[in-house]
């Protein structure tokens, strides 16, 4: 029996709707294939068994327990890495400074696309799964206070060479710290502090660094009582430390 005219505009229009719905289905699934494959540790990955992680963007927080931080100390640090990572060390005297990270933590997406993922339940598993264990390192890290040295150099020379640091994306150092080296190699408590003090003593360079290809962020703890020592020179001593080491000041942010 020959179809009728409206018969035949009708299947036209179903198969225009089908090729529409095939379209969409196949742009959905082919984006959803190509998104990060993200492990249980946060991390993406090359591959869907998870056995090579993909080059990604690190950031290291140093948290300096030489002495206790103040209360404003604290808040100003934690509120600024909270924000810094959501996206808006322990010492024994003179010991060796040991470079284990207290949370080792990559940071899963904070949000999805509305069309084909649970928003909700990513922003979620973000709080729980990245910024509560980050939160909480933190708050140990800014209140716990460890002996009376404060061997800043030898902490950020390993840092530079750690082999926890991977190579392929962009690397930032967040430290926090009154910035004053204490340590028999070299003092900043101490009349010869400058740098080329410094460069003289020879100290230079049994911690020498490479912070090449790093950002350097700098919560600058201001001590009243040593507020002799936290002068222009100071301020210079380190401006001239990240710069001969390779590395790019990007903030400096004193808090009193």
Not at 25 to 42: E, F, H
Not at 52 to 60: G, S
Not at 167 to 190: A, E, I, N, P, W
Request: glycine letters at 6%.
């Amino acid at each position: 029996m020959p179809l009728s005219r409206l018969d035949r505009r009708g299947i036209v229009i179903l198969c225009g709707v089908g090729v529409l719905a095939g379209a969409l289905l196949a742009t959905v699934v082919g984006v959803m294939w190509a998104r990060p494959v993200i492990g249980s540790d946060n991390c993406v990955y090359r591959d869907r068994r998870l056995l090579a992680r993909a080059p990604a963007d690190q950031t290291v927080i140093l948290v300096d327990q030489s002495e206790a931080l103040t209360e404003t100390h604290r808040r100003f640090a934690l509120s600024f890495i909270t924000d810094y990572v959501a996206g808006k060390a322990n010492f024994d005297g003179q010991k060796s400074p040991s470079f284990r990270p207290i949370s080792d933590l990559c940071r899963p997406p904070s949000r999805g696309n509305d069309l084909y993922e649970n928003n909700r339940k990513i922003t979620q598993d973000f709080y729980k799964r990245f910024m509560v264990p980050v939160t909480a390192a933190l708050r140990e890290s800014l209140t716990t206070e460890v002996g009376e040295w404060s061997p800043i150099l030898e902490t950020l020379q390993l840092i530079s060479r750690s082999q926890e640091i991977e190579d392929g994306g962009r690397k930032t150092l967040v430290l926090v710290s009154d910035m004053l080296q204490h340590t028999d190699g070299f003092s900043h408590y101490r009349d010869r502090r400058s740098y080329e003090d410094f460069l003289r003593s020879g100290f230079a360079s049994d911690v020498r660094a490479d912070f090449r290809d790093w950002s350097i962020i700098v919560i600058y703890l201001r001590r009243y009582r040593d507020r002799r020592f936290q002068e222009a020179a100071h301020l210079e001593f380190w401006q001239r430390y990240f710069h001969d080491s390779g590395g790019t000041i990007a903030r400096w942010a004193g808090v009193d």
